[in-house]
């Protein structure tokens, strides 16, 4: 069964340092991986995908991920965050047939001034 | 870009009652839409998989005849939490896949906040 894993719950960062948050995956095929964000009391927006082709993608927001298949990985970063990035991060992984996807427990990103 | 809306985004209700959901899809059509649940602080929790024109199927450990889940056209799928109790509050969530998008790309509705009294 497909599983994801974000080992960080919570993590802070000052404004303007660079920042990366982990994804490690359990899926028995190529995996359909995710990053979404969620901000207090809303849905979640997509912020970026990899199905397959380049292993390192490129989002919204500044927000990048690297599939590194051989640590089953999905790390999510960012250069230089912004007090406006703070905001729960879902890592994601589905499959091309299947209907539905499965969540990381998430990570709190805080961010100080 | 694809737009999915969920109503109402908050609601209260007194114990015992039943409380209705809508997920609209407001630029495409949804063959198929998701249900979640979502605890504080906790990730999302796939609750059942809703397909036009066909029963819903659910995960296990979700009571079908609690959370009634109906997808009767293309843009839209109802939940509705029977005899709402007050461990049933919690933030409801659902998606949408874009039609026969072989992509499993999902857009998110902004969720409904359920609290029973």
């Known amino acids: 069964a497909q599983s994801v894993t974000q080992p960080d719950i919570h993590i802070t960062v000052s404004e303007g340092a660079s920042l990366e948050l982990r994804c490690n995956y359990s899926y028995g095929a190529t995996p359909y991986l995710f990053w979404y964000v969620q901000s207090p009391g809303q849905g979640l927006q997509l912020l970026l995908k990899y199905f397959s082709g380049d292993t390192l993608v490129q989002g919204i927001k500044g927000f990048e991920a690297e599939f590194k298949r051989s640590q089953s990985s999905f790390n999510l970063r960012k250069p230089s965050v912004h007090w406006s990035d703070a905001a729960e991060y879902f890592c994601?992984?589905?499959?091309?047939?299947?209907?539905?996807?499965?969540f990381g427990a998430g990570t709190r990103l805080t961010v100080k001034p | 870009g694809a737009v999915v809306s969920q109503h109402p985004s908050r609601v209260i209700c007194k114990s015992g009652t039943s409380v209705k959901i809508e997920c609209r899809s407001l630029?495409?059509?949804?063959?198929?839409m998701f249900w979640y649940r979502q605890f504080p602080k906790q990730s999302l929790m796939l609750m059942a998989t809703s397909n036009e024109g066909s029963k819903a199927t659910y995960e296990q450990g979700v009571e079908k005849d609690k959370f009634l889940i109906n997808h009767a056209s293309l843009t839209l799928s109802t939940l509705t939490v029977t005899s709402a109790h007050p461990e049933d509050s919690s933030f409801y969530i659902c998606?949408?896949?874009?039609?026969?998008?072989?992509?499993?790309?999902?857009?998110f509705g902004a969720g409904s906040r359920l609290t029973v009294l």
């Open positions: 998606s949408a896949r874009e039609g026969n998008s072989g992509a499993n790309v999902l857009t």
């Open positions: 994601a992984v589905g499959a091309r047939n299947n209907n539905d996807m499965r």
């Open positions: 630029d495409f059509q949804a063959t198929t």
